[in-house]
């Protein structure tokens, strides 16, 4: 269990609904990452989409880890909260220049490339600025993350990443572009992965379009394999920190690496999802036809992934917390949230303790695409956060 009675009831004296960040989680799992990780000398940028709140920046920075930036502000708050401009990578398919002189001032480590058209915009705008870009190619490897189909990225009829068939074309524009230094291969084939195969199937793929470089005399510092390594959101508690020995033991075992070369992961998810909650407050129940409806405080503008890719997450009540279902009886509710669109349902048929107006309600798992994906919409205020070193 993560919360325990005296934290339920600071809990009760805040507003609501907030994002509550575990931090002593989040470092414990920094920790393994680093454990793991170190073993095989592998490299890990932290994906700043999946949460930027600063405090939790700052002690990613603080474990040592470099950043994985999709767009230019994120480049900007990346070098603020102490990453190493050294240790930042810079993806997206539609990187503006404003967004690519960003990058270019702040001297980063690499841009992964997506397109033939994107290699000869950084070449221009790095000559105009005297500088050569490091870059790395974006392959798509046509590799089913056999994930939600909104967060699948892999696939030859997705718009990531550049195709194989495309590679040629690529290599002979290299020749000419003189600001450019391709430095690496770069993969990311979605998010949410749990079935580790998956990532094997990634090894092998990268295994032959190294082979096919290597035929043509290309060999690259720098291979990176991307992030996606999923969570346990059905039973949180039961696997709060993922698995990333396994993860990795993955890499070991099925990525071919050539001597010297750098072994690069841009992880997310798996770093801070499971660190945040996002408490609410009932504020009515409804009967309906054939449920009830437990309507919260919280809706689809602080947590936006139920109703974006059906996504679940583990639904609580915090102010039945300690007694069995049993004691109190148990009925089925869709909890739902309060803006106007039939999509703001966080989960449908949730058995929970009987709930009444005013109990807390924790969605689980929210620390990643969370309160990043927050909106205004329904002119709604911004959630607060609150840490578990200050509460
Ligand atoms: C989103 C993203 C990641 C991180 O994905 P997670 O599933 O959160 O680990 C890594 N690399 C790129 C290019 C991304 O777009």
Known sequence: MQFDKEQIKKFNSLETPFYYYNLDLLNKTLEELNKESSKRNYKIHYALKANSNDRILKIISGAGLGADCVSGNEITKAVSAGFKNGEIVFAGVGKSDKEIRTALVNNIACFNVESVQELEVINSIASAQNKIAPLAIRINPNVDANTHHYITTGLEENKFGINTWELPAIIEKLSSL????????????????????????????????????????????????????????????????????????????????????????????????????????????KEGMSTNFAILDAGMTELIRPALYQSYHKIENLSNFGFQISDFGFRKYDVVGPICESSDTFGKSILLPETIRGNLIAIRSTGAYGEEMAS????????????????
């Open 178 to 285: 003189k600001n450019i230094n391709l430095i690496g291969i770069h993969f990311h084939i979605g998010s949410q992965i749990t079935d580790l195969n998956i990532f094997k199937g990634l090894c092998l793929r990268v295994n032959e379009i190294q082979k096919w470089f290597d035929e043509r005399n290309f060999q690259f510092k720098s291979i990176n394999a991307g992030g996606g390594l999923g969570i346990n959101y059905e039973d949180p508690d039961a696997e709060l920190i993922p698995d990333f020995r396994s993860y990795f033991d993955v890499f070991h075992k099925f990525l071919e690496v050539r001597p010297d070369q750098e072994i690069h992961f841009e992880i997310g998810r798996a770093i801070i999802g499971q660190c945040g909650s996002l408490i609410s407050r009932v504020l009515y129940i």
């Open 376 to 391: 205004g919409y329904n002119l709604r205020e911004k959630a607060k956060s609150h840490f578990s070193d200050k509460i």
